[in-house]
């Protein structure tokens, strides 16, 4: 048995172009849809996440702005900018680069964002919404995940869902996004952590299984059930010598022996990461639909 594998990379520009297509309804009626990007410090990959956002930004026609400090930007200097951004009617999406720096408190700056500009879904209200299933700007990974599925052809509905991973990014959402009773959810969830004992018995008994704990390879074969659909929200470089760059990119999931029992699977890359970019796309245009109604 050889699984499927999820193109994440296809079905990210399919909502790109719907996004695109939905950004220049609002442009047409007058309104440029905004998204500004708060970068602090110069960390090798927060600056190439940001460049790929702002990239999509300019496939969709969606305007992007740019606000980089450096690391030793005090928290009252950062809370002024994100107060700015909020108060300017011409932004209608606002994104905080993270991580931050030590002395900067992430929860204090999340929460300085306004809700209806919180494309990146973290904002304790758009997680309240979250959880009671109203309309909300959800977390751009999860949300990805029900479509890269559903648009794989696949269906969520009666199915168990084993979530390995309890972050406020990824875990906590997807639970919340699975267990609703709506369209690509309907699922019953079970959310694994490092607390959880004997893991793999709850693993192999997941119809979908999500990874999301930041360990290279760690779901393997005799984890999954057969016939499970596998989807790796992991990214770890992992030192290797044949590479020209000295690392190769790898997920949580071990690819090769996973991929021999599950029905289908996503990769690492060009599974789950380019979803969570165009599912930013997708909330920045829905957040300036709303700002503008």
């Given at each position: 048995m050889s699984a499927t594998i999820l193109d994440g990379k296809a079905i990210a520009a399919e909502i790109r172009a719907e996004a695109a297509s939905a950004a220049q309804q609002l442009i047409d009626a007058g309104t440029t849809p905004a998204l500004a990007v708060v970068l602090i410090g110069n960390n090798p990959a927060s600056a190439a996440y940001v460049g790929s956002k702002i990239k999509a930004c300019a496939e969709c026609g969606i305007e992007s702005i740019e606000r980089t400090a450096d690391s030793d930007i005090s928290e009252s200097e950062l809370l002024s900018i994100i107060?700015?951004?909020n108060n300017d009617a011409s932004v209608h999406g606002i994104l905080v680069?993270?991580?931050?720096?030590?002395?900067?408190?992430?929860?204090s700056i999340i929460e300085a964002v306004h809700p209806d500009k919180d494309v990146d879904g973290f904002h304790p209200i758009n997680t309240g919404r979250l959880v009671a299933g109203s309309e909300c700007l959800a977390p751009c990974t999860p949300?990805?995940?029900?479509?890269?599925?559903?648009?794989?052809g696949f269906t969520t509905s009666g199915k168990h869902a084993v979530i390995i991973g309890r972050s406020n990014i990824v875990g906590k959402p997807m639970m919340n996004i699975l267990v609703q009773k709506?369209?690509?959810a309907n699922c019953?969830?079970?959310?694994?952590?490092s607390g959880t004992p004997d893991l793999a018995v709850h693993t192999k008994q997941a119809d979908i299984l999500i990874a999301a704990i930041g360990v290279a390879d760690f779901v393997t074969a005799d984890m999954v059930k057969p016939g499970a659909l596998v989807i790796d929200v992991g990214i770890n470089r992992v030192d290797d010598d044949t590479r020209a760059r000295g690392y190769r990119l790898t997920g949580d999931v071990d690819f090769d022996s996973v991929s021999q029992v599950a029905e289908a699977i996503s990769p690492v890359?060009?599974?789950?990461?380019?979803?969570?970019?165009?599912?930013?796309?997708?909330n920045t245009v829905a957040a300036a639909t709303r700002l503008t109604e």
């Amino acid at each position: 048995m050889s699984a499927t594998i999820l193109d994440g990379k296809a079905i990210a520009a399919e909502i790109r172009a719907e996004a695109a297509s939905a950004a220049q309804q609002l442009i047409d009626a007058g309104t440029t849809p905004a998204l500004a990007v708060v970068l602090i410090g110069n960390n090798p990959a927060s600056a190439a996440y940001v460049g790929s956002k702002i990239k999509a930004c300019a496939e969709c026609g969606i305007e992007s702005i740019e606000r980089t400090a450096d690391s030793d930007i005090s928290e009252s200097e950062l809370l002024s900018i994100i107060n700015d951004l909020n108060n300017d009617a011409s932004v209608h999406g606002i994104l905080v680069q993270l991580p931050l720096p030590d002395h900067i408190d992430e929860n204090s700056i999340i929460e300085a964002v306004h809700p209806d500009k919180d494309v990146d879904g973290f904002h304790p209200i758009n997680t309240g919404r979250l959880v009671a299933g109203s309309e909300c700007l959800a977390p751009c990974t999860p949300a990805g995940i029900p479509e890269l599925i559903s648009r794989s052809g696949f269906t969520t509905s009666g199915k168990h869902a084993v979530i390995i991973g309890r972050s406020n990014i990824v875990g906590k959402p997807m639970m919340n996004i699975l267990v609703q009773k709506a369209e690509n959810a309907n699922c019953t969830v079970t959310c694994c952590h490092s607390g959880t004992p004997d893991l793999a018995v709850h693993t192999k008994q997941a119809d979908i299984l999500i990874a999301a704990i930041g360990v290279a390879d760690f779901v393997t074969a005799d984890m999954v059930k057969p016939g499970a659909l596998v989807i790796d929200v992991g990214i770890n470089r992992v030192d290797d010598d044949t590479r020209a760059r000295g690392y190769r990119l790898t997920g949580d999931v071990d690819f090769d022996s996973v991929s021999q029992v599950a029905e289908a699977i996503s990769p690492v890359p060009g599974g789950v990461g380019p979803m969570t970019v165009a599912m930013l796309m997708k909330n920045t245009v829905a957040a300036a639909t709303r700002l503008t109604e």
